[in-house]
């Protein structure tokens, strides 16, 4: 077992949500030795052409990665070990907690076409950059990301961020994507982000810029819990391909967060 590979525990949680080896054309490779490769870039940072020989060939470890991120399926497994979590009571929806940090990127994630701003490529303070705001449950996990430009403001992507990471529920009810409070820095203190979280009845912790008046409300108690989600970030942060923004597309370093996120979920 090296390090790099996924653990005998996180295997059997993960083997029955992944597709079946069996289709219309022939079959795939054993998942394990794939999922691992795909694995040690994630935590190396390192190009498809240096993974080593025992997890296969890298050009079928890269393919992989990108078909089943094109066709949605690290997302469809982040999403149900998120409902598995929920069945059991282990989803926190009492409090989450938004974050919003930036990425450097790397030289060679620039030149996609259609314009480096269709792929959440901007320029901020730290140079060439990409910006991942970030929703955390109660518990520290991860709920949901979205990706912009790195110059863009926190406040200005947390309806998307809110909208986005709906979880299934047991029975007929819709799925559940509120939660009672939010938690965050003085960067989401707006008067149009609380009407939008007071419309949809959700808790606010927010506390307020000086410019802004005292808040009579503000529970510091509450907010001292906000380092969950900063903790959450520096275990994203550990990978280094999440570090460091490597790819030219979007989707496909939405495809190496998602991995992220499943990986801490299991």
């Not at 597709?19 to 030795?33: A, F, I, V």
């Not at 991120?69 to 598995?84: F, M, T």
């Not at 820095?185 to 000086?210: E, F, M, N």
Request: glycine share 10%; proline share 4%; charged share 30%.
């Amino acid at each position: 077992m090296w390090r790099e590979e996924i653990t005998d525990e996180q295997w059997q949680r993960l083997q029955p949500l992944l597709p079946s080896r069996l289709g219309l054309g022939r079959p795939y490779l054993e998942h394990r030795p794939i999922v691992s490769g795909i694995l040690w870039v994630l935590r190396t940072g390192a190009p498809w052409r240096d993974v080593p020989e025992r997890f296969g060939k890298w050009i079928t470890i890269a393919s992989r990665f990108r078909r089943w991120n094109a066709k949605g399926i690290w997302q469809q497994i982040w999403a149900a070990l998120q409902r598995q979590a929920d069945l059991k009571g282990q989803l926190d929806w009492s409090m989450h907690f938004v974050d919003g940090t930036v990425i450097r990127a790397h030289q060679c994630a620039a030149g996609a076409r259609g314009g480096q701003a269709d792929e959440a490529l901007g320029r901020s303070r730290g140079g060439f950059s990409t910006k991942i705001h970030l929703r955390a449950e109660g518990q520290g996990k991860p709920m949901a990301f979205v990706l912009s430009g790195g110059e863009r403001h926190e406040s200005k992507d947390l309806q998307p961020l809110l909208e986005t990471g709906a979880v299934i529920r047991a029975g007929r009810g819709r799925p559940r994507i509120r939660p009672d409070r939010l938690v965050g820095d003085k960067g989401y203190s707006y008067t149009t982000v609380r009407k939008y979280l007071q419309a949809r009845g959700i808790r606010i912790t927010i506390p307020r810029r000086k410019d802004q008046g005292d808040d009579l409300c503000f529970d510091a108690m509450v907010y001292k819990q906000r380092n969950k989600v900063e903790r959450l970030v520096n275990r994203l942060k550990g990978f280094r391909r999440i570090a460091t923004r490597y790819d030219k597309r979007a989707a496909n370093d939405q495809g190496w967060l998602t991995l992220a996120a499943l990986l801490l979920w299991l």
